[in-house]
């Protein structure tokens, strides 16, 4: 499903120098697998998310999702790409303030060469328990609502990858494993591939594969 | 869900913003649209002024002045004409009740004077004929139609109504005449303190003018009959309304002529003594001279004695008045300011019209011609003025826009760092901030469309009863040309405020697309 390889990606310093952030040899998740990606701040987590998901293009190396190299593709292609195959968990949220729940889900849907499908949009809705908030804006839904709204939207076009970027980091403790437990469910029925960066200890040991991501090597699996 | 409705949601997400930017774009299309309107009805009202007939003749001078004075009822008349030339454009029946026409009469539809140089209140009074309502138009309607005069109440005077009387719409809004009030008319100017008013010449309103939209709203018109009745309106008696038709001595004689007539209003105003009037009779007799000399059988003073006793006639006759209802005056006691002309042909206009102007006692202009100069030497130039400011206050209005947009790009760019992270390319981005900008233009030009024309209908009666000029609040401007086709210039307003509002969102829209996805992401919200 996702294969990264030889990956090399450094940010310019003011001075000119290069700060290097990521150099993978091989990183490879299979199609429906979960898996945790864990490291210190500033590990490069995000960045690595990013260029996963083509927001940005690697100095080096490929990246190949169902089989296709999205390095070689232009920046419209790599958009076009990711709304159609990926979703995206924000650590925060990251929902349109001035669109309702139901509207934030169908946003999600529309930079697709698809038509909109609302009914898809009201059933994740459902699923994730909000079915009876859908004309709600973010700022009428609670912290936890406007996560499963992320959720949402995030599985909206049937991607088969999800990213999820800290998802319970800004969620209080007594919803976090809700969160989670929702985003491994959905991704579990609707057979999409999981990678998910958290600090968090707990849900470190709810999966098979945890992954640790050093300052500029993938160190070795562990196993939980 | 569409990007329309995505730009749609961000201008609400900014109400507050959204609204102030509208609103000044709706105050700025509200002017453009008021002056645009404005400027059609006075452009319209400025043609119908003048319509209905071909030429206006009146004594030589200036162009503009012989126009003011007739069309506009403004400016001090230049001089009057005889009545002989006035009588060379119609069909009448001579001494003997023979039918006769006029030199000219064969190329003339209608032929009707004005005697100007009285007043009531602040109005100027036309003496004239009932042919100018019954014969004339005084515009065209947009399908070419001609527009007749009709009346509110009442109806015209008749010929043989001496006293009758018919009050322009704002005349007898402003002077509350009414059908059957009987009023005085004032020599010269009503505002003057020593303005002799003709308290026993009084007429009686016949009618009144439903509006017109042309300077007629505000004018009198008196049966001339009655006109000439007055006392002061009298021409002395020259017992010779002809001149020399030798060239030359044409000149001679008109001078005579002015000095003869000069003298004879000192007389009657009593500033002459005994030994000035013995000059009058001096003046006199050189006049019949140069006329016995080279007038053969037009001239009425035949010999010596006729010389003679006409030069003890000074001081101005009293106006005659018959047993059963006033004796009109003779006609070689009147004389006209101008004469409207209405040809059969517009062919004849031109001829006519040098004919006349190569002759030595009348001018004849286009009045027109007349007119659309004055509008677009004066009055055009305002409203150009007017128009530009209007238009000015637009683009400052659409430089606000840009400025607010771009403002609020910072504050947005974690929004479109996720609509990127969504799936949106960069030009999409860029269209939905192009496209809050149209949402913004359009919208306020709607209002703005709308505020002008619910502001010109609330002044609407206001501006009516002031100039008599109809404004309908839907009126739209008139259609003016543009690249071939006639179109009303409110109809290219709105694209006008799409192509400003591409051209100001343009720099926020940049913004959005250079914004760098995974810094904007970073943000803390």
Redesign the interface.
């Known amino acids: 499903m996702l294969l990264l390889k030889n990956i090399s990606k450094a940010y310019s310093e003011p001075d000119g120098t290069k700060l290097p952030i990521l150099k993978i040899v091989e990183f490879r998740v299979e199609r429906g697998e979960q898996m945790l990606l864990v490291g210190r701040s500033g590990s490069g987590k ?2 690595l998310l ?1 260029v996963i ?1 083509g ?2 293009r690697p100095d080096e190396g490929m990246v190949e999702i169902a089989g296709r190299d999205i390095t070689q593709l232009s ?2 292609g790599r ?2 790409f ?3 195959k990926i979703g ?1 968990v ?1 650590q ?1 949220f ?1 929902l ?4 309702s729940a139901l ?1 934030n889900v ?7 060469r698809n038509t ?1 499908n609302v009914e898809r949009a009201l059933e994740l809705l459902k699923r994730v328990g909000l079915g009876h908030r859908l004309s709600h804006r973010p700022n009428a839904l609670s912290v936890g609502e406007q996560q499963r709204v992320a959720v949402a ?1 995030a599985l909206a076009n049937k991607p088969q990858l999800l990213l999820a970027d800290e998802p319970t980091a800004n969620v209080d403790a007594g919803h976090q494993q809700q969160i989670v437990d929702l985003i491994r469910e959905t991704c579990r029925e609707e057979e999409v591939a999981l990678v998910m960066v958290t600090h968090t200890p707990e849900i470190r040991s709810q999966f098979e594969r945890v992954d640790e991501l050093s300052q500029v090597n993938l160190v070795e699996h562990s196993v939980a | 869900m569409s990007l329309w409705k995505i730009a749609w949601r961000s201008i609400q997400q900014r109400s507050l913003s959204s609204l102030l930017t509208g609103l000044s774009i709706a105050l700025g299309t509200a002017l453009v649209v008021i002056v645009l309107v404005v400027y059609g009805v006075v452009a319209e009202s400025f043609r119908d002024a003048a319509q209905g007939y071909h030429l206006i003749l009146g004594a030589k001078g200036g162009k503009l002045q012989l126009t003011l004075n007739t069309v506009f009822h403004l400016s001090q008349p230049i001089e009057n004409v005889p009545y002989s030339f006035y009588k060379e454009f119609t069909e009448y029946k001579d001494a003997q009740g023979k039918p006769t026409r006029g030199k000219y009469a064969s190329a003339v539809e209608v032929a009707v004077p004005y005697c100007l140089g009285d007043s009531y209140h602040e109005f100027r009074v036309v003496g004239t004929t009932p042919d100018l309502f019954n014969k004339l138009s005084y515009g065209t309607y947009p399908d070419g139609e001609p527009k007749y005069y009709e009346f509110s109440g009442g109806k015209n005077f008749s010929a043989d109504d001496f006293r009758g009387a018919v009050i322009g719409t704002v005349a007898a809004k402003k002077t509350g005449l009414k059908v059957g009030d009987r009023f005085p008319i004032t020599h010269g100017l009503a505002e003057d303190e020593d303005a002799h008013v003709h308290e026993e010449d009084a007429f009686h309103v016949v009618g009144i003018l439903k509006p017109t939209g042309t300077p007629n709203d505000r004018a009198v018109f008196v049966n001339m009959e009655g006109f000439y009745l007055i006392a002061d309106h009298v021409k002395p008696v020259e017992k010779t309304t002809t001149l020399p038709q030798n060239p030359e001595y044409q000149e001679q004689a008109n001078r005579l002529q002015l000095v003869d007539k000069t003298l004879q209003i000192l007389i009657a105003n009593g500033e002459l003594d005994q030994e000035a009037k013995s000059q009058v009779k001096k003046v006199e007799s050189l006049l019949s001279e140069v006329r016995k000399a080279f007038v053969g059988e037009e001239s009425g003073l035949e010999n010596e004695e006729e010389v003679s006793s006409a030069s003890t006639e000074v001081g101005l006759p009293s106006a005659v008045k018959a047993a059963d209802g006033p004796t009109p005056l003779p006609e070689n006691q009147r004389e006209v300011t101008a004469v409207l002309l209405l040809l059969k042909n517009d062919v004849f206009s031109q001829i006519l019209h040098n004919k006349i102007n190569e002759g030595s006692v009348a001018q004849a202009v286009y009045p027109s011609r007349e007119v659309a100069q004055l509008f677009e030497g004066i009055v055009g130039h305002i409203q150009t003025i007017l128009l530009i400011l209007a238009i000015l206050v637009i683009i400052v209005a659409g430089v606000g826009v840009m400025v607010s947009m771009y403002n609020s790009m910072s504050d947005r760019s974690r929004e479109i760092g996720v609509m990127r992270a969504l799936g949106a390319a960069r030009v999409t981005v860029m269209s939905i901030v192009l496209l809050e900008a149209i949402l913004l233009a359009v919208l306020g030009g709607v209002v703005g469309v709308i505020l002008g024309h619910t502001t010109i209908g609330a002044f609407a009666p206001v501006i009516a009863d002031n100039t008599g000029v109809m404004i309908h609040f839907l009126e739209l401007a008139p259609a003016t040309g543009f690249g071939g086709w006639s179109i009303s210039p409110e109809l290219v307003l709105i694209p006008a405020l799409i192509l400003l509002a591409v051209f100001v969102g343009f720099l926020p829209a940049v913004v959005a697309y250079r914004t760098d996805v995974s810094r904007a992401l970073s943000h803390s919200p």
């Open positions: 995000t960045t990013h998901a927001i940005s920046e419209a958009d076009r990711r709304a159609e995206y924000f925060t990251n349109l303030p001035g669109f509207e169908l946003l999600g849907m529309t930079f697709t909109t939207r």
